[in-house]
């Protein structure tokens, strides 16, 4: 592909980020749509209850109708083409955690109901629901957890396990009826980092047709604050090499306009005060992908390391699309 022009291939994809953790603004609007961007899985929230999740939920129909000119909601598949159309982000909103639905079944259908379209089940410690991959106990999923995978696939929420520990992320993959993605991961082979995934786990969400969303997060790469943008591009291809084509995509991890304090609270949750989190500050995003602009480089490396147009378009945001036709 040594003439392709990767300017060309990126303008033409549907680009989907896997996961986004930012305060959003307008100014993050304007430079996600610079990157190419056509939608992102906006994190609404993480270790909110059900209350808190609705209000901030409340805050992004706001914006829905503030920003009308440059975002609108994502909701079901047809959404993309779209919102690639008429040029605006589209949001997927996503939850970090299941702590919005506390301890009731029926709050799933409710937030669905309310544009929620991804759903982890769990963000590094125990819930009601899984353990975390930072417990320090990795016993699975729990009864209650077995029944919320089962409501989740009912309802249409595609669930996601970016930051469940090993056990419950196995029998997730399991035990759903249909595919589920890991959003915002690396490969643990690559950097032996706990919220990374092992070659067993990738290989499984694979062959029940998930995808894997590689991440710009520092700490999951193996150079950390030192990486640029071919370790990044690496495990793009350590996934490929792994498990194939279909099943790898793009995820930023971007969280921009975020406090030190806010990103010490996600990493800590509720079981460690958040000022005894070791959190390197400022996070230093990957050189060559650090702004909401940056994301046609890695359509560029891409291209400079042979993928066809066919296979960019899918690590982009083509397997994801396949994913949410089935999981939605």
Known sequence: MADADPRAIHQNAVVIDGANTSKFDEAMFHRLLVGGVTAVN???????????????????????TQFDALIMPIRRTEDFAAAKEYGKLGIILGLQN???????????????????????????ERNYVADGCFERVD????????????????????????HAGPRSTLEAIERSEGPVAITHSSPEALCDYPRNKTD??????????GVFGCTFWPQCLKKGPKSALSDYVDTIDYVVDLVGINYAAIASDFCMNR????????????????????????VVMPEGLRDAGDYPNITAELVKRGYSERDITKILGGNFIRLFEQAW
Request: charged share 25%.
């Open 42 to 64: 906006a994190t609404v929230a993480v270790f909110d209850n059900f209350k808190e999740t609705m209000l901030k939920i409340c805050a992004w129909m706001r914006l829905y």
């Open 98 to 124: 299941t702590a919005a639905i506390e301890e009731d079944l029926e709050l799933i259908p409710v937030l669905k109901g309310m544009g929620v379209r991804i759903m982890q089940l769990t963000c590094n």
């Open 139 to 162: 016993a699975g999923l729990s009864r209650f957890g077995l029944e919320v995978v089962k409501r989740l696939n009912e309802h249409g929420i595609l669930i996601d396990l970016s």
């Open 200 to 209: 067993e786990q990738i290989k499984l969400l694979a062959q029940k047709g």
């Open 259 to 282: 406090t030190k304090t806010e990103l010490q609270k996600f990493q800590g949750g509720r079981a460690k005060p958040w000022w005894t989190v070791d959190l390197d500050w400022p």
